[in-house]
């Protein structure tokens, strides 16, 4: 496997891949890896001829109260799951190669940043569309994998591709979870014990919704109701948001009908995590 840390030895790489008729795929993230990216990875593998992981920290997407400084890292061991999962390239620029003195220009989704996640952390999407822009500019990819779990994020970045005629398809790939449900995540790694066993009421309660509706419910304020009701009989969990919502325009739902995203931010003691179960009535 290739390591990469310039931009520019990045861009003249992929080049090289172009002239030889070879589709890149491309999965970025921001490391401390777990088997949701290696599902991404795998993905690639099946549809495109060489692999490139991105792992940086962008600290375009943090709020000043956020978790930036304690992202869990770990490059060593990243490497060696990217390397045995037979990833081609990884990318692992440093923030001064992304973003280099006096850097000034952002990208924004209007319309869609600031619903959902964007309420409660501004100005979050508008850093995650830019080092996406960037990103794919830089590795050139034909084939960029997401997933699912970011629901909110995968849908700001299709759009962005569409809406500026970018020459990347955008994959969406299917929620991993632990065996008793708990969607994988970085953040899960800041959990206690007992704060790992109380975040299964994200996941719990998405099942309920989902019986609910499979049972006839299509009220969404009594979906989101329920919802509540079943996180906060948590005592370590603290609502963000539950939100009944169009998948395409994010939008609020009065009724359950057609396609539907539900979507929710829980804190599980300090740590914020999320979660959603798209439905098709």
Not at 192 to 200: C, V
């Amino acid at each position: 496997m290739k390591v990469v840390r310039r931009v520019l030895e990045m861009k003249a790489l992929a080049r090289q891949w172009k002239k030889e008729g070879m589709k890149i795929g491309f999965v970025p993230t921001m490391g401390y890896l777990h088997d949701g990216h290696l599902s991404l990875v795998l993905e690639s593998k099946k549809r495109a001829d060489v692999t490139v992981v991105s792992i940086f920290v962008n600290p375009a997407q943090f709020g000043p109260n956020e978790d930036f400084k304690k992202y869990p890292r770990d490059l060593g061991k990243d490497s060696a799951y990217l390397e045995k999962g037979g990833v081609d390239c990884l990318f692992y620029p440093d923030a001064a190669e992304i973003y280099p003195p006096g850097y000034r220009t952002y990208v924004e989704v209007r319309g869609l940043q600031d619903r959902l996640c964007g309420k409660s952390r501004p100005g979050h999407f508008q850093g995650v569309a830019t080092v996406v822009l960037k990103l794919f500019d830089i590795v050139g990819p034909d084939l960029a994998f997401f997933g699912a779990k970011d629901a909110q994020q995968v849908r700001i970045i299709g759009k962005m591709a569409a809406d500026l005629d970018l020459n990347t398809e955008v994959v969406t790939c299917p929620i991993v979870r632990e065996p008793d449900g708990l969607a994988l995540s970085s953040r899960n790694a800041y959990l206690s014990p007992e704060e790992r066993k109380a975040a299964l009421v994200l996941s719990i309660s998405l099942r309920w919704a989902e019986r609910a509706i499979s049972a006839g419910e299509r009220d969404a304020v009594k979906v989101i109701a329920g919802i509540r009701a079943a996180i906060e009989a948590e005592p370590l969990a603290r609502v963000d948001y539950v939100e009944a919502v169009d998948p395409v325009n994010l939008e609020p739902l009065a009724e359950i009908r057609g396609e539907a995203l539900i979507a929710l931010a829980v804190f599980i003691g300090s740590t914020r995590l999320i979660d959603n179960v798209r439905l098709y009535v």
